[in-house]
């Protein structure tokens, strides 16, 4: 009787089986987030753009180096320090400054960059999981918080910072979803949308 035919067949689905097998465990290492989205809850915005000329801004910046908005960025986690929202895990990466911002047990990314001749700050869904965590770092992706009072509390606490500090002016805050398409038609003066701006978009 002639078993090569029958090796081959087995053989090829022992391949096929571990190949399944690491894809489903690839997965599994890199988990998507499964209710996390790229849309802002209705009526609420997390990216916010401002003008920040004031040279104290950047007195902690160098020429020629990818690091921007230092001290712009410790006086924002200040401001906020000052408003009753933790701050935590501060960091300087390549053109953006991060930091962790904690309400209670809800924990948010804040990011700062330099976009266009403006600033940009977006508060943005923290991946609690490794797996989740693996995902964004190899996907580069980045998702909406979900809505709570909470986030509205930082939303607030953020607008508030910006419009009292001085130096900064043209304070305005756009869906995220519009953002990633360059749909910058529809700013909004404040983080929180009215039920009229919500109708007409």
């Keep these: 009787m002639n078993d090569g035919p029958l090796q081959a067949l087995v053989s090829t689905g022992l ?4 190949m399944a097998a690491v894809v489903i465990a690839f997965r599994l290492w890199i988990r998507k ?3 996390a989205s790229g849309h802002d809850p209705p009526g609420v915005r997390t990216i916010v753009t401002f003008v920040g000329e004031d040279p104290a801004f950047v007195t902690e910046d160098r020429d020629g180096e ?4 230092i001290r712009l960025f410790r006086m924002l986690c200040d401001g906020l320090t000052s408003r009753r929202i933790r701050v935590e895990n501060q960091a ?3 053109y953006a400054q991060a930091a962790e911002c904690s309400l209670g047990d809800t924990r948010y990314a804040l990011v700062l960059e330099w976009f266009d001749g403006l600033w940009l700050v977006s508060v943005e869904w923290l991946p609690l ?5 693996r995902h964004l770092a ?6 909406a918080p979900p809505d709570s009072s909470e986030l509205r509390q930082l939303l607030r606490a953020l607008d508030d910072w910006l419009k009292s ?7 305005r805050w756009f869906r995220r979803e519009r953002w990633g398409e360059e749909d910058t038609s529809d700013p909004s003066p404040t983080p929180e949308e009215s039920q009229e701006s919500r109708v007409k978009s």
């Design 165 to 171: 500090e001085p130096g900064i002016t043209d304070v």
């Design 138 to 143: 190899l996907t580069y992706q980045v998702f």
């Design 66 to 69: 990818p690091y921007i908005g």
């Design 129 to 133: 999981r490794n797996a989740e965590r």
């Design 92 to 94: 300087t990466v390549q």
């Design 33 to 35: 987030p499964a209710n």
């Design 15 to 18: 391949i096929l089986a571990v």
